[in-house]
C-alpha cells in the first residue's frame, strides 16, 4: 500500500472555494488510480471524483458535477480536488484513496466510486460549510 495524506480542509462559508490536497507516497502514473471520497455526519461515505490513470479519465459525482474538479501535479506527486460553490450539504469528512497496479490501471473505470477498488486510505480532511 502507498500512502497518502489529505490537506486542505477549512470551513468556509456557502458559495465559498476550497481546494483539497491528496500527496501520493509515490509519482501518480498510468498505473495509478486515485479518488476522492467523503462521509457527512451521520451518513454513509459517498464517492465525490475519481482520476483513472490507465485512462486518463475523470469521474464526478452528480452532486458535484460543474462544482468540483481534479487536477494533478505531477511535479509534486499530489491529487487536488478544486471546491466550488461550496453548499452546506457539501460538509463533510473528506478522504483521498488510491489503487496502485502493476501495469494500467482500469479497474475503476466501469465503477469509479465502488470503494472496494481502493486498498490505501488516508485520515481525512474536514470540510466545513456554515454562515
Known amino acids: 500500500q502507498v500512502q497518502v495524506e489529505e490537506s486542505g480542509g477549512d470551513s468556509v462559508q456557502p458559495g465559498g472555494s476550497l481546494r483539497l490536497a491528496c500527496k501520493y507516497g509515490?509519482?501518480?502514473?498510468?498505473?495509478?488510480?486515485m479518488a476522492w471520497f467523503r462521509q457527512p455526519p451521520g451518513k454513509e461515505r459517498e464517492g465525490v471524483a475519481s482520476?483513472?490513470?490507465?485512462?486518463?479519465?475523470?469521474y464526478y459525482a452528480d452532486s458535484v458535477k460543474g462544482r468540483f474538479s481534479i487536477s494533478i501535479e505531477y511535479a509534486d506527486n499530489t491529487l487536488h480536488l478544486q471546491l466550488s460553490e461550496l453548499r452546506p450539504e457539501d460538509t463533510a469528512m473528506y478522504y483521498c484513496?488510491?489503487?496502485?497496479?502493476?501495469?494500467?490501471?482500469?479497474?475503476?473505470?466501469?465503477?469509479?466510486?465502488?470503494?472496494?477498488?481502493?486498498?490505501?486510505w488516508g485520515q481525512g480532511t474536514q470540510v466545513t460549510v456554515s454562515s
Open positions: 484513496a488510491a489503487l496502485e497496479t502493476g501495469g494500467l490501471c482500469q479497474v475503476t473505470a466501469s465503477q469509479p466510486f465502488d470503494p472496494r477498488h481502493y486498498k490505501s
Open positions: 509515490k509519482h501518480i502514473s498510468g498505473s495509478s488510480c
Open positions: 482520476f483513472t490513470g490507465g485512462t486518463g479519465r475523470k
